[in-house]
């Protein structure tokens, strides 16, 4: 099986910064897009940032220049560098990978459970 295992969320103040890690496991060929999502309540959930095979990204407007999303493909693992924290950005981020194609030929989409992102004002 594919798992994704998130680490990195936490309690932080305004201002401050997390790293958030992604790392999937499993007999994984490739992953064409890993990204971040992130679903604070009452409020549907967004793409945060995303990433391409290629290192090709794509971030809300909210968090440019705050966060920068990278991969090492040969991990298979996304981070998240999230810098500047405001309450606003409170929420669950969840990891998603598209397009995992794994070493029996299979091609899937994957989601993380989530990790709790609180930021005090």
């Known amino acids: 099986q594919v798992q994704l295992v998130e680490s990195g969320g936490g309690l932080v103040q305004a201002g401050g910064s997390l790293r958030l890690s992604c790392a999937a496991s499993?007999?994984?060929?490739?992953?064409?897009?890993m990204g971040w999502y992130r679903q604070a309540p009452g409020k549907q959930r967004e793409l945060v940032a995303d990433i391409t095979y290629g290192g090709s990204t794509n971030y809300v407007d909210s968090v440019k220049g705050r966060f920068t999303i990278s991969r090492d493909n040969g991990k298979n693992t996304v981070y998240l560098q999230m810098n500047t924290l405001k309450p606003e950005d409170t929420a669950v981020y969840y990891c998603?990978?598209?397009?995992?194609?794994?070493?029996?030929?299979?091609?899937?989409?994957?989601w993380g459970q989530g990790t709790q992102v609180t930021v005090s004002s």
């Open positions: 499993g007999r994984i060929f490739s992953i064409n897009t």
């Open positions: 998603n990978a598209l397009g995992v194609m794994t070493r029996i030929g299979t091609r899937n989409d994957y």
